[in-house]
């Protein structure tokens, strides 16, 4: 069965750098467009960013566009997210979400359990 | 970009039936939406798609009492012989394409309650 592992999460401080990892395996990886989804504490979901299922498109959420990069390696089965100059309203618990196509953005068919980020000083 | 609306709260008795809104904002009123859960402490989960027309499609092992229906610019989400693990929180969504850039919007999201 379909199964995404996120990992990488943790404490940084504003302004810091992280990379999130995600293991996906159950599907053919490269077959499939990625996602991360993030929840901050108490709250509701917020989409963060898409990847293409070769990797050519990405498309982020203004509020994190020019910090935050969505990237994948199809040899390893694993999407990644590059955040940089953290701020502490980017504290969340960030999931790894598959879509149900390749290249269009259609939904999130499957969910990993999430890795917790927590910006603060 | 769009905005969906659902109402904070909605609860009904074990056993009995509930139906929850999704009101996407007027000049996307065509718009298809999906259905999540998520269960207190879990990851999200998809129910179904729900399209303008009514129809719905929904995720593998969503069982038969759940039901996806339109009307105008809502989109609901019925489900029958409520039990106690439909607890959880209901989210809407939509993606949508501006301006050539991909997006996804989410609702604030419905709790449901089991009485």
């Known amino acids: 069965q379909v199964q995404l592992v996120e990992s990488g999460g943790g404490v940084v401080q504003p302004g810091g750098s992280l990379r999130l990892s995600c293991a996906a395996s159950g599907f053919i990886f490269s077959n499939f467009g990625m996602h991360w989804v993030r929840q901050a504490p108490g709250k509701g979901l917020e989409w963060v960013a898409f990847?293409?299922?070769?990797?050519?498109?990405?498309h982020h959420a203004d509020s994190v566009k020019g910090r935050f990069t969505i990237s994948r390696d199809n040899s390893k089965n694993t999407l990644y997210l590059q955040m940089n100059s953290l701020r502490p309203e980017d504290t969340a618990l960030y999931y790894c979400?598959?879509?149900?196509?390749?290249?269009?953005?259609?939904?999130?068919?499957?969910w990993g359990q999430g890795t917790l980020v927590i910006v603060s000083s | 970009l769009p905005v969906l609306t659902q109402p904070p709260s909605a609860s009904a008795l074990l056993g009995a039936s509930i139906k929850l809104t999704c009101t996407l904002s007027s000049e996307h009123s065509t718009y298809t939406i999906e259905w999540y859960r998520q269960r207190p402490g879990r990851s999200p989960q998809y129910i179904m798609k729900v399209k303008s027309d009514g129809s719905h499609t929904k995720g593998d092992g969503i069982p038969d009492r759940f039901m996806g229906s339109s009307s105008g610019a809502d989109r609901y989400l019925t489900f029958s012989n409520l039990q106690s693990d439909d607890e959880a929180e209901y989210h809407c969504?939509?993606?949508?394409?501006?301006?050539?850039?991909?997006?996804?919007?989410f609702g604030t999201g419905t709790k449901v309650t089991v009485l």
């Open positions: 979400a598959k879509d149900r196509a390749a290249t269009g953005l259609e939904y999130f068919q499957h």
């Open positions: 969504g939509e993606s949508h394409t501006i301006d050539g850039q991909v997006g996804y919007v």
């Open positions: 990847i293409h299922n070769d990797g050519s498109n990405k």
